[in-house]
């Protein structure tokens, strides 16, 4: 799978803590030390500014005149200035990045570390024992940023083997007029390092922002209305761990058929046709289903029986199910590139569809 990080010079615009296992193809930089905002900004190559720039149309007289070298009219460009559109351009290296409205709110990298400290850590200048960021990045040609924070608290669920949970905040942002500001709660088992990215009933951990001309406003956390908005719609942190705790509790609890099993792996691998054919016959190598469909059941159902993790967990059961279904997304799963898996990840059809499998098995 390819990695989808920005490469310059032989370089990958990434950087992570080296001290946990490693992520994204162990690329970019290590620090087996915590590191916090202006170090990780540098580190992962995310110190540059964005900004807007006017369009202009090229027609065939400005072409010629690039193409030979020759110096071009002023007055022309000005004519063919596009109104109402603006290019987002990244000005280290004079790069274009996108198309977008003449009121895109650009959120400097910056600004973004910023927001992700802050939140995390608040205002107590003592980080000594404070969320630090664990791991960020910089996505094709500058168009995307992400950032991981982990929280300083784990989520102890069984306090006899030590088996607990990982919080972090994932924040990201573009540059390419795609997309909005968003940031997510999400856990992640040290055992295993899968993220566990499915929905809580009674919270759905998430907040986004559209790049408007009012985004940097509502992205400061000196507000005190913008900050009771962020950690109440996050649940940050005692809600959340409640309801987090609660459904593992719940999921371990719940023991599934291999019919059962069959069942949710169907729902969220194949096609209507396919699904409907294999729910008939029981049969995943009927000839209504095709071969794609037919690899991922069985990877996924591979991914259940012996994926990362998958040891230490009680077969069987909904929990062990859906380790499995994070598990092979995150690790067996093909995508077009990082970008695409990210985005996959956080809202897209990954995201449902754990979702989905999540429902299935709390009402299985």
Not at 309 to 330: P, R
């Amino acid at each position: 799978m390819a990695h989808g990080l920005e490469e310059r010079n032989g370089k990958f615009s990434f950087a992570e803590n080296g001290s946990r296992q490693r992520a994204w193809h162990g690329l970019g930089e290590v620090v087996n030390e915590p590191m916090f905002v202006a170090d990780a900004l540098k580190l992962c190559r995310a110190d540059y500014n964005v900004q807007l720039q006017p369009i202009v149309a090229l027609n065939d007289e400005l072409v010629h005149a690039m193409e030979n070298g020759e110096s071009i009219n002023a007055s022309i460009l000005r004519d063919l200035l596009v109104e109402g559109r603006k290019a987002t351009v990244r000005t280290d290296l004079n790069t274009a990045l996108g198309l977008t409205s003449d009121s895109y709110g650009i959120v400097q990298n910056s600004d973004a570390f910023k927001f992700v400290d802050m939140l995390c850590s608040g205002l107590d200048s003592n980080r000594t024992e404070k969320p630090t960021i664990e791991c960020c990045g910089v996505l094709g040609k500058g168009e995307r940023v992400f950032i991981t924070c982990k929280m300083p608290e784990d989520i102890v669920l069984n306090p006899r083997t030590d088996d607990r949970i990982e919080t972090y905040v994932v924040f990201t942002t573009s540059h390419d007029g795609t997309g909005s500001v968003r940031c997510m709660v999400t856990n992640v088992r040290v055992v295993c390092s899968n993220t566990l990215n499915f929905a809580m009933k009674h919270n759905s951990g998430r907040i986004a922002f559209r790049h408007s001309s009012k985004v940097m406003s509502r992205l400061d956390l000196l507000n005190k209305e913008n900050a009771e908005f962020a950690y109440k719609t996050l649940g940050l942190w005692n809600e959340y761990e409640k309801c987090f705790k609660e459904s593992l509790e719940h999921l371990r609890n719940i023991k599934l058929s291999e019919r059962d099993l069959d069942n949710i792996i169907a729902e969220i691998t194949l096609a209507d046709e396919a699904k409907k054919a294999f729910l008939e016959t029981r049969n995943i190598n009927h000839e209504d289903i095709a071969t794609r469909g037919r690899n991922i059941f069985l990877g996924m159902k591979e991914a259940m029986e012996s994926g990362i993790g998958q040891n230490i967990l009680e077969s069987g059961t909904a929990l062990w199910a859906i380790n499995g279904v994070t598990t092979y997304f995150q690790n067996e799963a093909n995508f077009k590139n990082g970008e695409v898996m990210f985005d996959n990840m956080m809202d897209g059809n990954v995201y449902k569809k754990v979702n989905k499998a999540y429902e299935m098995l709390i009402a299985a």
